[in-house]
Nanobody, 117 residues
């Protein structure tokens, strides 16, 4: 069992920045893939950013050059640094983790990000 706790969301003006955090706990010894998704009201959940424990990263085209995903392994925390925020970034942001033993995915509870114009 893996637990994911997200924080850092809030209300910001366009052009501002936020840093989201995802703290993992429980049976995380085989965790090998961390990602962020987001979902706006009435829309499907979409991929934002991902990284492996080895450091490989990938980003959605809509956030390339503005967002960055990174980890602090000493704290078992994954961050999403969000810069140059736009109103279309407004959504609930979810952390996702995958383990190999057993092969399974986990979701956090989500944190709200609202960007005003």
């Amino acid at each position: 069992q893996v637990q994911l706790v997200e924080s850092g969301g809030g209300l910001v003006q366009a052009g501002g920045s936020l840093r989201l955090s995802c703290v993992a706990s429980g049976s995380i010894f085989s965790m090998n893939f961390i990602s962020w998704y987001r979902q706006a009201p009435g829309k499907q959940r979409e991929f934002v950013a991902a990284m492996t424990t080895g450091g490989f990263t990938n980003y959605a085209d809509s956030v390339k050059g503005r967002f960055a995903i990174f980890r602090d392994t000493t704290k078992n925390t994954t961050y999403l640094q969000m810069n140059s925020l736009k109103p279309e970034d407004t959504a609930i942001y979810y952390c996702n983790a995958r383990t190999s033993i057993p092969p399974r995915g986990y979701w956090g509870q989500g944190t709200q990000v609202t960007v005003s114009s």
